[in-house]
């Protein structure tokens, strides 16, 4: 199975563009940043499962197994930062699939350990990079400082949009029109604009 890296145009910010331009405008300025992340996820979501045939999170559980053989539901929920039951779901998907099999221990038949196939291994040996996805690779690479001032700034973005949905922190990003992994929900508080981001 031979696989092309997905073709992408650089972006490249402009130096002190934001400290010469109007305050007023910076929002916007943020605004299309968040358009370039999102829509660079979504490209990168839909090249994996065009070629590999599996989702973006999908992918990145396999790749788990793979580095990890054996472990439990629980140990790869924690490992991706999902919920138990989101983890669970995606099992289900790639085992019907036939890319993991599970197999309960001797010495304690409630624990249950979870193998890559071998198609499942061929399919994760033969994956592009990244397999856990672009917008952890890319965070993964900035440097600790840069990372808690980003999450600490991003804490003050969530409060400012009023999202107390805090369980949607632990499911995959809904990228896939054809498979979601999370339902959508309603916001709780009326947008005030109806304009598109």
């Known amino acids: 199975m031979d696989y092309e890296y997905m073709n992408t145009s650089e972006y490249e910010p402009r130096e002190n563009s934001l400290e010469n331009s109007d305050p007023a405008a910076w929002p916007h ?3 299309k940043r968040f358009r370039l992340i999102f829509r660079a996820v ?3 979501s839909q090249w994996v499962e065009s070629c590999c045939g599996v ?10 197994l793979s580095n ?3 472990m439990k539901v629980s140990e790869l929920a924690r490992a991706m930062s999902l919920h138990q039951s989101t983890a669970s779901n995606l099992l289900v998907k790639l085992e019907k699939k036939g890319l993991i099999r599970r197999e309960r221990t001797h010495a304690d038949q409630r624990v249950v350990r979870l193998y890559l ?6 399919l994760v040996d033969q994956a592009p990079e990244p397999r856990q996805g672009l917008l952890l690779q890319a965070l993964l690479e900035l440097p600790t400082p840069v990372l808690v001032a980003l999450t600490r700034n991003l804490d003050l973005l969530v409060e400012a ?3 107390s949905d805090e369980q949607a922190a632990m499911q995959p990003l809904n ?7 999370s339902k ?13 981001a």
């Open 55 to 64: 989702s973006y999170a999908q992918l990145w559980a396999m790749s788990e």
């Open 42 to 44: 979504q490209q990168h």
């Open 29 to 31: 300025e943020a605004l």
């Open 117 to 122: 196939t071998d198609a499942g291994q061929a």
């Open 175 to 181: 990228v896939s029109v054809q498979e979601p992994d």
């Open 184 to 196: 959508t929900t309603k916001p709780r508080r009326k947008p005030r604009s109806t304009e598109n």
């Open 68 to 70: 990890n053989a054996g």
């Open 161 to 163: 949009m009023h999202i």
